[in-house]
């Protein structure tokens, strides 16, 4: 009697099992249909781009052939874009304005964050909602204001306004990303370090930004992306050539009139996609395990 | 090392909340303390006030002599252990441990000393280099000890740091502490809901309830001399029965139950409660204290029928659940002792233990 019940929970507990697969296999499908689809529509633009960039400008305007490929591949456009001056110019200008949003960001973001979620004073939490909120505002609606106060510094047409506007844009969601994380730091690490000895730049330093590092690098990546990528505020306040930056200036540079030199475009889109691919592929883990910890957490 | 003190104690949130109300306590120097109570009790606020982690709002706090009520946490010279161990990540066992010495400037070779000579102490020394991430609960409660020996402070606090541990984990750690206690003799004050670690590990208990000190007093003390119906409660494991009884003089003083038992008050104790005659009070009686019964009882022993409701082998002694009168009483009796549900079972019960506390002030008598 006892046996056969034995056998029969066992059928049960297979059956049961096998359903399971099923329905496992059936997400599984389900998920590869689903990315293979997102995979295609995004690396679509890229594969084209890439395609064109290594086309003569003859290939290119040709009306026959297959344009997903390339019959006679060459550097040249890359060649031509990398020699040029005013080309250097723009990526240089482009690099350190950056590297300076980056550093100044993540200072700013970093020490507002930390002072948000661990020094408690009166007013912090409605500061951390204000510093989120002013994220909302669309930047486009942003330029007008902003375009007189940078007339009144007398900034316009000059690289460095980017270095005062693109951490109004970076600001607020690093620093948002970064009170997430410290947020999700146990608040005994700082009293354990308090009665350690520590002070709270001590404790920052020593204890918050090796311990948050993943999402410094998300904020980092995101503050790059806003310096490295913008293409309205230096389209609005950058004319002369020698200050562009690499987005306007490759527009401004190879678009003549009607006249689009299609192949350098391409390539120059090529070089100036390649920093922050490069970051992205490295450092995607921490920015993916940074920003979950600012969203399940902040 | 050095004594504490706290005087007038007051911690009071914003809106008025007053997580602890003024309390008084003296502790010796090399004695080891635990604040003891139910969860809100402000015993884990009254242990961050004296670390200087919150803010007091009344009173002052003495550490060696001195009052701290304004000295920052790292200049108190305490070390804390805390109940998520808060063992930085980042840092190997030996950095973790040796952090508070680095800021505190000490030379390399004497935080080299003074971490091998603790590790050796907690046996962690095959720890060192590893991170905190791959340690057992257990070790990383250790490390934390050792963070806290190696300062070789005035006074180390404990804010429950058994409570993440599985109970068979918890024995041995309780152990372990008493033990470091015994071989650095600090002055310490161990924060715990846990009645039983209270008991094993204290020199003196202080059971806080509400915002208040209870009672001080050393374990068995306690135990068996609570001063409240709170105490009594509280201390010891099953807890005391507390039964509402009327306090009869009809030939010797006798104490009647809701169900018309009625228990000779034990000679050495009619004194005690001679006054209180006439009066509607609560007896206590720890489940001990209610036993089978056996031939040869000595004197006090009274007896008194229980209808069992449940039974509750536990292998060295057995459980026995019992109504009197709607109130859930529990005996503990010997395990050849039959004992069914349903079925009434003689019990033992020795008054020369029992208690008696007034309803209004809810004091023992």
Redesign the interface.
Known sequence: MSATTADQARARARNKSGSLRRQHQWALWGSYTALSAFVIMFLTPPFYMLMTSLKTSAEISAEKGNPWIVQSPTINNFVELITSPSFQRYFFNSAWVTTLVVIISMSIAILAAFSLSRMGFKGSQAIATGVFLTYLVPPSLLFIPLFQIVGWLNLLDNTWVLVLLFPTLAVPFCTWIMIGYFGSIPKELDEAALIDGASYMQILFQIFIPVALPGIIAATIFAFTVGWGAFLYPLAFLYKGEQLVLTVGIVSELIRGDVFAWGKIMAACVIGALPPILIYTFLMDYYIAGLTAGATKG | MAEVSLKKIVKEYEGGVQAVKGIDLDIANHEFVVLVGPSGCGKSTTLRMI???EEISDGEIWIGGDVVNDV???DRD???V???Y?????MSVFENMA??LK??KFPKEEIRKRVDEAARMLDIVPLLDRKPKALSGGQRQRVAMG?AIV?NPKVFLFDEPLSNLDAKLRVQMRTEIKKVHQMVPTTTVYVTHDQVEAMTLADRVVVMNQGIIEQVGAPQELYHNPATRFVAGFIGSPAMNFLPVQVLDEGGLKIQTADGTRLAVPPQKVDRYGPHKGKRMTLGIRPEHLTETRENAKAGVQQMNALVDVVEPMGMETLVHFFVDGVAMCARVDPLTIARPGEILPLAADMNNMHLIDDQTHKVV
Request: hydrophobic letters at 45%; aromatic letters at 14%; glycine letters at 8%.
């Open positions: 670390a200087g982690l920052p946490p790292r305490i070390a804390m805390f109940q998520n808060a063992l930085y990540p980042h952090f508070g800021l505190r963070r300062r």
